[in-house]
């Protein structure tokens, strides 16, 4: 197999899993108020806790025994197929629910999204055969059998399945004490904890057997094994030091809700956005069960919920010292480790966020072919079109100026198409068109809108999906809504324009793309790296053999004023399996460029295999400058 080969692999399953944790996550985040509810509630009035009061106790039992498997279960098929899907999730829930006698944190996270799938399946097998008139009741006595059938089926099988995990764990967790390697057992709690495991494991397997130790010893370290929140607090501690966006803003709380609180349940999310972060979370157990051993520390009785405080109340006499030190050595080997993947990834994440998370399982995306959100605007009332990137002055201008001019050639010069940096999306767009790795941000920017997602702002079919809208339509008499037009000066200088380069790598143009802007005095320096940043965020590839190589939104105050370069490469620059021959780089003020995009635009939709080639390979730099800075 090739290097490049196991690469993409690799990076293939990576994506996989971190769809997958984003999946789990989506499903808690919603809920994470019921947990710290149910926290809050049992830190305060069991036996052990702040404020013992055996009355007011019993209220946490129904909640983590009902109220948040319901609460996941539902999230779950709600995730897959809106509320419907979320109602049988729920039926669903509750079946695995009274099959067990510990909290079906887990079987909720299997039957919610199971149920949301089968009944979305069915309703898409069966909507072309319902009898006019019958919708809603088969609709409702379809949820209502399969939901049922769903219920018992967890209750006489997937409820025993998780059980037995649980039989299984406990008896792993012994065998790796009978052998004398009582730290390898975080290799099976860390991971079975963001299972939602935790209480299991505690309860279960680990409380039993520190119970038997501690009428012997007086002490017992299994009550420290799963209770220890030091592995949390360090990837909580790497999350806050290099994460970003709501990921790093929320820690702070999270880790005083974790750390004083005992809700381990906060940070599980954090984990599951990043599976690989399961490797911080064992070495940190690890680390802190090998230090407990080495000193001998333990407790007198299980420390629930799990906070510090806990910890230090069931702590004996002498073991002050051993129980702290695991506590710390844990959070230090757990933070070091986590920091590691948390610091990598932070430049990779192009703002991921706990939001990011929580949304990323809503979303769903078409590869290699047009999506449309579920929104439609009929073609009679359809007046303003907003292309939208990052920046919003290249691959987002350039869409915008193809798509007008296409629909000024139809007959409809009526609508407006403009562009726009997202974030900024007009409030009165009626259709977005955005790429679809930014549909996430479009749509929460301009949520009133249509959204229709591409792999690339040219080639695509976005005026043809109009075209069809306006015809269905009968689109006739449309008020205007307004041209807005682009300014006529021209940015681009004869001086600016470099012929006859030799081929690089696609970095190398890039950077010589951004040298000659800033030659020219258009940018500061630090404009470069965010070109790079946005060649590896999106291609600017536009089609044609031509590129558009611009800044990404964070550099935009690196913008001294509008001005274009374009540089020619007769043998090509690859960009990835599309090679360009004019690289155009753009540094856009006030929609000064917006002329010259134009002009690029029509470039691509008029010129002739011939003519393309004069530009790739011309020795005059007016050749070029005519086609490109003539106004239309």
Not at 84 to 107: H, Y
């Amino acid at each position: 197999m090739s290097t490049a080969t196991g690469s993409a692999q690799s990076a293939g399953f990576q994506e996989a899993m971190q769809k997958f944790g984003r999946f789990l996550s989506g499903m808690v985040l919603p809920n994470i108020g019921a947990f710290i509810a149910w926290g809050l509630l049992t830190a305060l009035f069991i036996p052990t806790g702040w404020l013992p009061n055996e009355y007011l106790a019993q209220v946490g039992g129904p909640m983590s025994k009902w109220l948040i498997p319901l609460l996941l279960g539902y999230s779950g098929g709600a995730a897959v197929y809106s509320h419907r899907g979320g109602v049988l999730g729920t039926i669903a829930t509750a079946g695995v629910i009274a099959g067990a006698d510990i909290p079906m944190f887990l079987g909720a996270m299997i039957m919610g999204p199971l149920a949301g799938y089968l009944m979305k399946k069915f309703d898409q097998a069966i909507e072309n055969s319902i009898p006019t008139g019958f919708e809603m009741l088969v609709n409702n006595f379809s949820a209502g059998i399969l939901g049922g059938i769903l219920a018992v089926l967890a209750y006489v099988a997937v409820g025993p399945v998780v059980l037995a995990a649980n039989g299984v764990l406990r008896a792993g967790v012994e065998g790796i004490v009978a052998v004398g390697l009582l730290p390898l057992a975080s290799i099976i709690i860390e991971p079975a904890k963001i299972l939602f495991l935790n209480n299991a494991i505690n309860h279960g397997v680990l409380s039993p057997l520190g119970i038997q130790q501690a009428e012997e010893f007086g002490k017992s370290m299994f009550f420290m094994l799963e209770a220890n929140p030091g592995p949390g607090l360090g990837v909580l501690l790497a999350y806050w030091f290099f994460g970003k966006g709501m990921a790093r803003d929320s820690t702070p709380g999270a880790m005083i809700i974790h750390l004083l609180g005992g809700i381990h349940e906060i940070y599980f999310p954090y984990v599951l956005m990043k599976p690989v972060l399961l490797i911080a979370v064992i070495a940190g157990g690890m680390a802190g069960v090998a230090t407990l051993q080495l000193l001998g520390g333990g407790l007198i009785a299980p420390s629930s919920p799990g906070s510090i405080i806990a910890i230090l109340a069931m702590t004996p006499k002498g073991a002050f010292i051993a129980n702290m030190a695991d506590f710390l050595v844990a959070t230090v080997v757990s933070c070091a480790v986590a920091s590691v993947f948390v610091k990598v990834s932070a430049g990779e994440e192009s703002g991921e966020s706990l939001t990011e998370a929580r949304e990323a399982m809503r979303q769903r995306k078409q590869r290699g072919q047009l999506a449309t959100s579920e929104a439609r605007v009929s073609g009679y009332e359809l007046q303003r079109i907003v292309y939208a990137c990052d920046a919003g002055m290249g691959s987002s201008a350039l869409g915008a100026a193809s798509l007008r001019k296409k629909l000024r050639a139809a007959g409809h010069g009526e609508i407006s198409v403009t562009n726009a940096a997202i974030g900024h999306i007009p409030k009165d767009a009626q259709i977005v068109v955005t790429h679809e790795k930014l549909a996430q941000r479009a749509r929460e920017d301009s949520p009133q809108a249509e959204h229709i997602l591409v792999r690339n702002f040219t080639q695509n079919d976005v005026f043809e999906q109009i075209m069809d809208r306006l015809s269905e339509d009968k689109l006739v008499g449309v008020m205007a809504d307004g041209q807005t037009g682009s300014r006529e000066k021209h940015v681009l200088d004869l001086s600016n324009i470099q012929l006859g380069l030799k081929s690089v790598s696609k970095e190398e143009a890039i950077t010589a793309t951004g040298r000659a802007l800033v030659k020219a005095g258009f940018v500061e320096e630090n404009y470069i790296d965010g070109m790079l940043k946005r060649e590896a965020d999106i291609s600017t590839y536009v089609g044609k053999g031509i590129a558009i190589p611009h800044g990404e939104a964070a550099v935009k105050d690196a913008i001294r004023q509008s001005g274009i370069v374009v540089l020619q490469y007769p043998q090509g620059i690859k960009f990835g399996d599309d090679t360009a021959h004019i690289l155009v780089g753009i540094a856009g003020k006030d929609n000064d460029h917006l002329s010259i995009l134009a002009n690029i635009a029509s470039t691509m939709d008029e010129c002739s295999e011939a003519e393309l080639k004069q530009l790739y390979n011309t020795k005059d730099a007016s050749v070029l400058y005519k086609r490109f800075a003539q106004a239309n």
